[in-house]
């Protein structure tokens, strides 16, 4: 087998990313515009010996793969921001109960119904912070078709490696545009670490992860989404339990923001710098080309856990540009990690940032005083 | 593999209040899991919250104790990825019909291939004795302090209709019939439905005029009208009275069910 | 064969007077060692399932462990040759 190169569109993409990895269990719901990644499952999943199913809701598509996942299978949902709210339930059981599953949204413009078929970045906070109780999530954000490919499969790896639901937070634009793509006939796969005999269901390795007792191994283990013991027991009236507990899970995931970052750096020298992740990217890389050696770039392939340390690659900076497809939900993040002036550059509406409008913000930082500015496109 | 196997030692005495008669219901469907000479590996509880949905955390075998109303969509995933599991869903009134209603009628539709055993107590019991859908009309509660205004759920009814392939209803008092309703569900390929009546003396039968758990069991042994009885009173043209309700094996059919090992 | 009532886990809700044929199970009177009022047994050897177990096999009637939401109706092995004490009444 060699590497197949093709002509996709990202949510294809993306689906291809998951059968490589080894999915083989997908449960979703319709909703624009990120029913291909569905339509390309329900199609290919059978062949593989994988199950497709269309389920009643979000809530239930959750549900259902969290249910396959502790049958021992990889498993994966798509959703959009709707979706994604209902979904909001079952994450949070998912966190608690430490399962490894993969949720695609495919980000709509929002609140509410809002903009079907256009595209936003307004599910960043949410997919942080949208759930009940405090917990940490690991959430990716490509940037480009080869990338959904490509972070599909590293977000299997990552949900295997902490037992965490992880993300793949894509917006209308990477999902419906179509771009030559490589599809490798052998993706690196790091498969979920089985629980050892002898082993308590829910006590931490030294990485603060715990062995994977999956169903039907004779592991005979009780897991529930009430506060448990090591050994999974519900334990819901002790203070000092709920707080090893909350605060091990969040551990496992934030002591290693640095060590699982996926970043580009390109001129680090710079005065000027953009940090940006998904579609708009693809209009920093744009400037960055028609003005070669001028400005910095970070892009953040993980945006959660952030990666504070990233920041420090640029010694020079005098401001950071944050174009965002939202009101600046990720410069906030940036904000609490650094002292350097930052300039917001919100865009509402589906369309992507233009490298004029960029240009305006530049002007912007050249003079900027105050922490934060934010530029009226 | 005996019966005092398949319960979790180390967890008993289990949490439910005296006289509550999810532990019936429990020892029912564990003694028609041993009868079927389950292996434990091969076997998996799953449920959703409140009172009925404890009772997977004192099996023995592997058990999920998920989010409120979606049991059924997470035994869905389970038993999909792995068809050679016996899945088995303990669910509740509120949890099964209210927050859980549209996973119920899916799941029946679907005629996925696992056991539901419902454990009908007409309340909220863990939150306290409110009105569910499934309590009576007229009936007290703490949020229908004045008696219930709306009219109950009857379950067995919606399962039928929504498809599912084995639908029976017993109550706590009939333990006999009850393990073997769900003995003849777990071999029942497709979605077994059994709704169990049974009582909390603490939150409904404290407000309604039973505040003994015997009188409970009075009330059951009294008011549950055998099917045959049923309809042939139907046949001759009497009406039931509100209070009774028809208890036995009310479908069972071969329609095709989702979730069976293809070599089957 | 001998009926047991474990302590440790009954609650004291009386369910198994009402399902026993023989009536073999009381309501107590004195709270047990957790608090509850446990039943007593009257004449427990008139139990079909202590006289007739190991004859036949299997368990027979059974209504009163199955009945007990709290898993405390058991049936253990008597030590043989344990002495018994036989009343005549008239």
């Known amino acids: 087998m060699t590497d197949k190169t093709d002509f996709l569109n990202g949510n294809v993409a993306c689906a291809e990313g998951a059968l490589a990895a080894g999915c083989r269990f997908f449960a979703g719901y319709p909703i624009t515009p990120s029913t291909e990644v569905a339509e390309r499952m329900a199609l290919r999943l059978p062949k593989v010996g994988g199950v497709f199913i269309q389920m009643e809701d979000e809530l239930a598509s959750a549900a259902a793969i969290i249910g396959g996942s502790w049958a021992g299978a990889r498993t994966m949902t798509a959703t959009s921001g709707p979706g994604f709210s209902l979904m909001m339930e079952n994450i949070g059981y998912a966190t608690f109960t430490e399962t490894p599953i993969v949720i695609v949204n495919v980000q709509r413009g929002g609140p509410s119904t809002g903009q079907p078929t256009m595209a936003a970045q307004g599910d960043m906070l949410q997919c942080r912070y949208g759930s009940h109780g405090d917990y940490s999530v690991i959430a990716l954000s490509p940037s480009s078709v080869q990338e959904m490919y490509d972070l599909t499969v590293k977000a299997f790896n990552l949900a295997d490696r902490f037992r965490t639901p992880v993300f793949l937070m894509t917006d209308e634009t990477i999902g419906h545009m179509r771009e030559k793509i490589t599809l490798h006939s052998n993706v690196e796969i790091i498969p979920r670490r089985e629980l050892k005999e002898g082993e308590l269901p829910c006590a931490p390795d030294e990485n603060g992860v715990p062995g994977f007792g999956t169903f039907g191994m004779g592991h005979n283990v009780h897991i529930t989404g009430l506060t448990h013991n090591e050994k999974g027991y519900p334990a819901t009236d002790s203070a000092e339990i709920h707080e090893k507990l909350v605060r091990r899970q969040v551990r496992k995931i934030e002591d290693f923001r640095n060590e699982i970052a996926d970043v580009d750096i390109v001129n680090p020298d710079a005065e000027l710098v953009f940090i940006s992740y998904g579609a708009p990217t693809r209009t920093v890389r744009q400037l960055l080309n028609d003005n070669p050696d001028t400005y910095g770039h970070l892009n953040l392939r993980i945006v959660w856990p952030f990666p504070d340390e990233s920041l420090l690659a640029f010694k020079n900076a005098k401001a950071f540009i944050i174009p965002e497809m939202n009101l600046g939900q990720i410069a906030k993040e940036v904000r609490q990690h650094t002292n350097i002036p930052i300039v917001v550059v919100p865009k509402l509406g589906g369309a992507l940032h233009t490298p004029a409008e960029l240009l305006k913000a530049v002007e912007v930082a050249k003079t900027v005083k105050k922490p934060v500015t934010e530029v009226r496109l | 593999m005996n019966l005092e196997d398949w319960y979790r030692q180390d967890r008993l005495p289990h949490i439910y209040c005296a006289g509550c008669g999810n532990g019936t219901i429990l020892n029912c469907t564990l003694r028609a899991v041993e009868e079927l000479d389950y292996k434990k590996e091969e076997t998996t509880f799953i449920s959703g919250i409140g009172c009925s949905s404890r009772a997977a955390g004192y099996t023995s075998s592997d058990s999920l104790h998920t989010t409120h109303g979606r049991a059924l969509a997470f035994a869905t995933g389970l038993k999909l990825v792995k068809p050679r599991q016996h899945v088995i869903v303990f669910t509740g009134d509120g949890d099964c019909s209210a927050i859980g209603g549209n996973h119920f009628i899916h799941a029946c539709r679907r005629n996925i291939d696992i056991t539901v055993i419902c454990m009908n107590n007409n309340i909220y019991g863990m939150t306290g004795g409110q009105g569910s859908p499934c309590t009576p009309y007229g009936a007290i509660s703490t949020t229908t302090p004045y008696g219930m205004q709306e009219q109950p759920f009857d379950l067995c009814k919606v399962a039928e209709a929504a498809g599912a392939n084995y639908v029976a209803r017993w109550t706590s008092f009939h333990v006999k019939e009850l393990t073997e309703a769900i003995r003849v569900g777990l071999e029942t390929p497709g979605l077994s439905f059994i709704e169990v009546m049974t009582q909390c003396p603490t939150s409904f039968g404290s407000k309604n005029k039973m505040r003994q758990v015997t009188q409970m069991l009075d009330m059951f042994r009294d008011n549950a009208v055998l099917k045959a009885k049923a309809d042939r009173d139907a046949a001759k043209g009497i009406l039931p009275s509100p209070e009774k309700f028809v208890v036995g094996q009310f479908v069972r059919r071969n329609n095709p069910p989702l979730g069976v090992e293809a070599a089957k | ?90």
């Open chain 3, 1 to 90: 064969m001998k009926l047991v009532v474990n302590e440790r886990r009954c609650k004291g809700c009386n369910m198994c007077t009402k399902v026993c044929p023989y009536g073999i199970f009381q309501e107590g009177k004195r709270p047990g060692s957790r608090g509850y009022i446990i039943p007593v047994l009257d004449h427990p050897e008139r139990c079909t399932n202590c006289r007739l177990q190991k004859l036949y096999g299997r368990q027979l009637c059974g209504m009163c462990q199955m009945i007990c939401p709290d898993q405390a109706i058991s049936w253990i092995d008597e030590k043989p040759f344990e002495p018994q004490k036989v009343v005549i009444e008239y």
